[in-house]
Structures are given as structure tokens and as C-alpha cells.
């Protein structure tokens, strides 16, 4: 079913403004500018498939630009000889400029990309608190004394890489945007970061917001585009040190081999087909409540979604009818009204993909226990879709789909549940749901994947690293691996 879209508020209207104030120019070195090119590309509203104005397609001489002005803001003394203490203090007060406007941050996030505004407001909350947890860092990045013979002192320093390349996707935005930016700040780098050409509103946002919180021009850089264009610009650029990209996997493998000619250090956080997996001995009802939540927030496009639901087999039928049920429950429609559970996908293309798999599933054999179309004449909305008796080798089960599409897979035991769980070439996350706890530790071992849920499923907290393995990418966001990411360590030997 379709909800309506009800009245706008103060923040709505704010949200609204910003967007009629006109085509969005690039920022480099604390200001607006205009993309050399002179084009741009039109931004969409999900909902109503409206323009709601147009963001710059920035090119290669853009970059060049934001380079430049990243490289002097890293080596000028206002933020390379900034103490630690006054480091902290420019990402609180980030922390607090984005805390006071985040109700329109929220409604931009859910104009631009689609999702429900109670969805959009979690996650800038997600964000005062990833600025506030790495505004803790700076004074806590510690090197080491190592022992050797008496004659020589050998001590390591932590220092920051230099200037960040940050490519991100439409998804979650603003979280992306921030937890890559917080990041490299805690550790004394600057940033040129290109947004998805499909939401790139609340970085924009964003970047004025850090420019009025007294942050040195140049520190942090937006610059919008397609990503063969000002993306492909920075993944190669001689004067990028460090490359973080958060997309597909397909997109990941590109950039690494772009940024092997200028050696860049690179982190990749990829896609997923994550497994869920579901012992009798659980707790079904909370089981199958985190499962729904999962495979329907944020209508399906998170790379670390419950994809994979693998229940035992003596259980498989009732739980699939039980999570169709529980599906068909969620209700689908306007982002701002408060009873949506699923808005719109991203765009017309991800819609037509999702609908493409949806096929791929019913040809394939499996069963469709609930939803598989299109809702709403407008919009580029699909139902909550729920195959069962899926086989763990078909394509719905192997390809990650990002959209608010499940796979229930039976399984026979515990090793079968461990082997389909593995069978993937992702490794983004996974979970196990059982009140055995020998059995929940030891699968949880089992599961090749860099973030693990035991009863639980989706949480996520900055203090807890979260990354792949396998194709699912390279290297950690959040938690004390990130610190590592995004500093290296320079050995020092010193003769007595
Ligand atoms: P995508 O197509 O890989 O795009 C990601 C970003 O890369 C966009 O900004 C895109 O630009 C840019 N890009 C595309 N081609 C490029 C190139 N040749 N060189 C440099 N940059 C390029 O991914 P998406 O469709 O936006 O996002 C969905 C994917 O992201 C899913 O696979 C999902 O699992 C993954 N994801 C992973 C995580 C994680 O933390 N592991 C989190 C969220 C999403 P334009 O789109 O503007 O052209
Ligand atoms: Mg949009």
C-alpha cells in the first residue's frame, strides 16, 4: 500500500529553500565555486520523479583544484601544527553544528535519496555521534618505545598520510560522508571527497556547515560529479595519498588498480550478501523481527542488509510464512510520512535492477512467498519481496541485489548452515541467532565476515570496527583499526 506524504514543517521548509536557492557549485578551499565545465547534472526526488534542482558535474581540472587547495591546508601551520587538543575541538564543534540543523539535514537526505524521514533522522544523529567519537582520538594516538641494545633508543611516531581521495555511494550519505571525514581530521589529513551523483545534497550541506564551523579552508573538499569523471580523477591523481572508497565491488577493483601507479594506500568498504543464520533454539520472534527490519531498511540498499535468511529445515516453511507476513505489514510510500516503513529506491535504474532480480528469482524457481512489484504510478517504489525455499547457488542468492528483496534458504545442520553461510564471495557481515551460546560462539568463529551479530542483528556503533573480507572489500571504518587507516607510522633510531 501507498501512504500519503503529509504537511511540511520549519525544517522541511529550510530543507526546501537551500534546494530553490539554485544549482549547487563545488566546494574547494572554504567557498563555492564553479566546475569548470559549466555543466550539470539534474537531481532527482524519488517520491515524485521531479528535478528538484541540479548539482555540478565536476571534471578532472576540479580535482586538480581541490588538490591543491587540500595540499597547502594539509602543510600550512593551522592545521599540520594544530595541537591534538585543538583538533579535538574543531570536530566537536562539527559535532555540535550538525547536531543544531539536523532536522533539515534529515528531510534533505530523504528529498534526495528517498528514505523515510525517521530513517534519515537516525542517521544524523549517527553522525553528531560518529564527529563526537572520533573527536576523542587525537589525544589518544599513541606511538611505541621498542626495546633494543642500551646504545640505541627506537620509538615510533603516528603521523597522517596527507591528502584523502573519499569516494562515496548514495545509500547513506551523510553517514559515508561523515564517518570519512571525521576520520581523516582525527588524524591530521585533508580531504577531497566526491558524493554519488544520486545524493550528494546533505555532503554539500554539510561542507557549508564545516566552512561555519571554523575548520581551515581547504581541510575538507566536495566536489560532485560522475564518477569516470571526477571520480576516476581521483582514484588516479599523483597528488592523492590515500584513496577510501565505499561502492560496489565491481567500481573497488577499478580504483585499486587506478591507484597502484601513485601507490596510494587504499581502503575499500564493497558490497554483500550477508548471512542470517536461524537455530530452532532461538528466539524466533526477535529473530524474525531484526530479519524484516534488516532486509526492508532503507527499502534494502545497505551493503551489510540480512540477505541470506538460513533457517533449519524442520522450520523453514513456518518462518517464511511468518516473515511474509510480517513483510506485508510494512507499509511502503512517502518518506515523510510517519507510518512508512520502505520509500521509494534511489532512482529508475536501481528500481528496474531490483525488478530484473525479482524476475531472475521466479524464473529460477523460487518461491515468491510475499510482494515482487511495483507499487504506485509515481515513484520508484517496489514491495517488500520475500522468496523462500531458495537454492544458496542461484543468482537472488549469490548477486547482491540492494534492494528490499530476501532470500530464505533452509538448511539441514550446523555444518551445512556454516557451509551455505560461507558460500558466497562476499564477507561483509553475517549473524547467528541461538541461546546455545557454545553453538553461537562457535559459528559466529566459523562465518568469513568482518562484522558478526550473535542474537542480534544491524547495530552498528563507531567504537566497533566494521569492514570485508574477501570481495567485500579491504581494510576497517570505525574502532581503533580505522585510526591505523588513515595514519602511518614512521620508525625512529636513535644511536645514545
Ligand atoms: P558504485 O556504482 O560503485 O558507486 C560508488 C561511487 O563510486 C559513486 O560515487 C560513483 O560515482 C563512483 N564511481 C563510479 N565509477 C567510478 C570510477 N570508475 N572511478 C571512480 N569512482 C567511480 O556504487 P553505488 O551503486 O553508488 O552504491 C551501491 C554499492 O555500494 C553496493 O554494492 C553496496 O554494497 C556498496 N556499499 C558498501 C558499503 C560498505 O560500507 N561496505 C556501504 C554502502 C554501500 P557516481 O555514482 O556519482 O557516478
Ligand atoms: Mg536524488
Redesign the pocket.
Known amino acids: 500500500m501507498l501512504t500519503e506524504t503529509p504537511a511540511r514543517d520549519d525544517a522541511h521548509q529550510r530543507a526546501l529553500d537551500w534546494i530553490a536557492a539554485g544549482p549547487k557549485e563545488i566546494w574547494i578551499d572554504g567557498k563555492w565555486q564553479q566546475a569548470r565545465s559549466g555543466k550539470f547534472i539534474d537531481s532527482i526526488n524519488p517520491e515524485t520523479e521531479e528535478k528538484l534542482t541540479a548539482i555540478s558535474d565536476a571534471d578532472a581540472s576540479d580535482i586538480d583544484r581541490a588538490v591543491m587547495a587540500a595540499r597547502k591546508a594539509f602543510e600550512a601551520p593551522s592545521w599540520s601544527a594544530m595541537t591534538p587538543h585543538e583538533r579535538t575541538n574543531c570536530l566537536l564543534r562539527i559535532a555540535n553544528i550538525v547536531e543544531a540543523n539536523a532536522a533539515e539535514l534529515a528531510v534533505l537526505e530523504s528529498l534526495d535519496n528517498g528514505m523515510p524521514l525517521w530513517y534519515s533522522k537516525a542517521g544524523v544523529n549517527a553522525v553528531v555521534n560518529q564527529f563526537r567519537y572520533y573527536a576523542g582520538w587525537p589525544t589518544k594516538m599513541f606511538g611505541a618505545t621498542n626495546p633494543s641494545t642500551p646504545d640505541i633508543f627506537n620509538y615510533t611516531l603516528r603521523e597522517p598520510i596527507g591528502v584523502c581521495g573519499q569516494?562515496?555511494?548514495?545509500?547513506?550519505p551523510l553517514v559515508?560522508a561523515s564517518m570519512k571525514i571525521a576520520n581523516a581530521l582525527a588524524c591530521g589529513n585533508t580531504v577531497v571527497l566526491?558524493?554519488?551523483?544520486?545524493a550528494s545534497f546533505t555532503t554539500l550541506r554539510l561542507a557549508e556547515l564545516i566552512g561555519e564551523a571554523d575548520i581551515p579552508a581547504g581541510v575538507v573538499n566536495i566536489v560532485t560529479?560522475?564518477?569516470?569523471g571526477a571520480?576516476?580523477a581521483?582514484?588516479s591523481h599523483p597528488g592523492i595519498d590515500k584513496i577510501a572508497?565505499?561502492?560496489?565491488?565491481?567500481?573497488?577493483k577499478?580504483?585499486m588498480r587506478?591507484a597502484a601507479d601513485t601507490m596510494k594506500k587504499v581502503t575499500l568498504?564493497?558490497?554483500?550478501k550477508s548471512p542470517n543464520i536461524i537455530f530452532p533454539d532461538a528466539d524466533i520472534d526477535k529473530a524474525l523481527e531484526f530479519a524484516v527490519r534488516s532486509f526492508c531498511g532503507n527499502s534494502g540498499q545497505?551493503?551489510?542488509a540480512s540477505t541470506r535468511v538460513l533457517v533449519h529445515q524442520d522450520l523453514h516453511d513456518e518462518i517464511a510464512a511468518r516473515v511474509a507476513d510480517m513483510a506485508s505489514a510494512y507499509k511502503v510510500g512517502s518518506p515523510f510520512d510517519p507510518e512508512t516503513k520502505l520509500g521509494p529506491l534511489v532512482s529508475g535504474t536501481q528500481r528496474d535492477r531490483v525488478m530484473g532480480y525479482i524476475e531472475a528469482g521466479i524464473a529460477d524457481g523460487a518461491t515468491l512467498s510475499f510482494g515482487g512489484s511495483r507499487l504506485g504510478g509515481k515513484g520508484y517504489f517496489v514491495q517488500p519481496t520475500v522468496f523462500s525455499n531458495v537454492d544458496n547457488k542461484s543468482k537472488i542468492a549469490q548477486e547482491?541485489i540492494?534492494g528490499p528483496v530476501v532470500t530464505i534458504i533452509p538448511f539441514k545442520d550446523e555444518a551445512d548452515a556454516i557451509q551455505k553461510a560461507n558460500d558466497t564471495t562476499y564477507g561483509?557481515a553475517g549473524a547467528v541467532w541461538s541461546r546455545d551460546f557454545s553453538r553461537a560462539t562457535r559459528v559466529a568463529k566459523a562465518i568469513k565476515a568482518g562484522r558478526i551479530f550473535i542474537n542480534s542483528y544491524g547495530d552498528a556503533d563507531p567504537v566497533m570496527a566494521?569492514g570485508?573480507y574477501k570481495q567485500?572489500?579491504l581494510g576497517r571504518?570505525y574502532g581503533q583499526e580505522s585510526i591505523d587507516m588513515y595514519t602511518q607510522t614512521k620508525s625512529v633510531w636513535a644511536r645514545l
Not at 569516494?167 to 547513506?172: F, G, K, S
Open positions: 569516494i562515496i555511494a548514495w545509500n547513506v559515508m566526491k558524493p554519488a551523483e544520486l560529479g560522475l564518477g569516470a571520480g576516476a581521483i582514484a572508497f565505499t561502492g560496489s565491488t565491481a567500481v573497488g577499478h580504483i587506478a568498504e564493497l558490497g554483500g545497505v551493503c551489510s547482491e540492494f561483509l566494521f570485508g567485500s572489500g571504518e
